[in-house]
């Protein structure tokens, strides 16, 4: 469907769960956040008669999130039955990767069409101070070897200060695996409200030093946002997502739902609909498709990432989903 600025309206961001096996410093505090009770996370008969309700308008591709999606119990399952909707086209996942190795012969058996892993650094060390756990960079790493060939596989860098260094090793990967490694800036939301961030466009001098032929590539690679650069040399293509430096909001495609089902047409306001009481309260699913064509409609022009002060949105990114 489109909204009320014209902008096709094809893609949500569904998360099935708040609860996460890292304290990643740039999505919540360093205490950690209260976990939504059980009972307000949405069953995932809830999502998927959500997911049916998006398809009927014509949103026809999910990338399913968290938190991190795969300490949900069923999750393959889930994808399963999401992708054998009617007018569902494309079901992928994006993932800490931890716990993928165990979970993906299960997962590409459901149908999991393509993977994004987040990895900001090959330093083990530094992995570890970022994400608050005794976990390694190289467990991931596995992760993404793992899934290299066998599906299209994107690795999620965040630009952050303290991992300027892992710039060129990062992209390395997109030298020797079929994968795309893609840098994002840091979203000014929750606790990276007040954070310095790094812009994505101070990496391509960098990146060309190394690779002087590293040129734009008009190619779909994916739902989001990213640019796309290519050379002679890599194997899959290095990303860069600058939401905040370069808003890509006229082309905004996405609306994202809670894990608690609450419809967010953008990540920068604390508005939208809650479709939970519609959800439990009897509403059949034309209500439900009507509600959530109302708040598609009211999809705010742009994000407000560069007046800081003007977000409304204080929750920290594990609880909006990823």
Known sequence: MRDALGREINYMRLSITDRCNLRCCYCMPTEGV?????DDILRYEELLRIAQAAAALGIDRFKVTGGEPLVRR???????????LHGVRQVTLTTNGLLLPSMLDALLAAGMDAVNISLDTLDNAQYQAVTRSAHTADEVL????LCAGRLPTKINAVLLPETASQLIPLSHLAQELPVDVRFIEQMPIGTGK???????????GRLRAVWPDLAPVEERRGNGPARYFAAGQLKGRIGLIQAVSHAFCTDCNRVRLTSTGFLKPCLCYDEGTDLKPLLRGGADDAALAAAMKQAISQKPAAHCFAQRQNITEHKSMNQIGG
Do not use: M, N, Y
């Not at 209260?34 to 059980?38: E, G, K, S, W």
């Not at 069923?74 to 999401?82: N, P, T, Y």
């Not at 596995?142 to 070897?145: E, T």
């Open 34 to 38: 209260t976990p939504i009770v059980h």
């Open 74 to 84: 069923g999750v393959a399952d889930f994808i399963r039955a999401l992708k054998a």
């Open 142 to 145: 596995h992760a993404v070897r």
């Open 194 to 204: 007040t954070a310095s961030a790094e812009a994505a466009t101070s990496v391509l």
